[in-house]
């Protein structure tokens, strides 16, 4: 969806400063915990709600 350089100014021109390792664990989805402010940026980035980002979802194998 978007890469480290994609995503690291549209967090920065919103007010979240986070350095590359932190959005690089955003990206790949390894990150262990995600502050309420850095939530709703990226919601607004990806033109989603809070509550459908982190709506989870059981696959049956």
């Not at 932190?22 to 989603?48: F, K, N, W, Y």
């Amino acid at each position: 969806m978007f890469t480290v350089t994609e995503l690291m100014p549209r967090l920065s021109e919103r007010g979240i400063t986070l350095s590359a390792s932190q959005v690089r664990r955003l990206v790949s989805g390894t990150l262990e915990r995600l502050s309420l402010p850095v939530l709703a940026v990226l919601c607004d980035i990806l033109g989603c709600t809070r509550r459908s980002a982190t709506s989870h979802t059981t696959r049956c194998a």
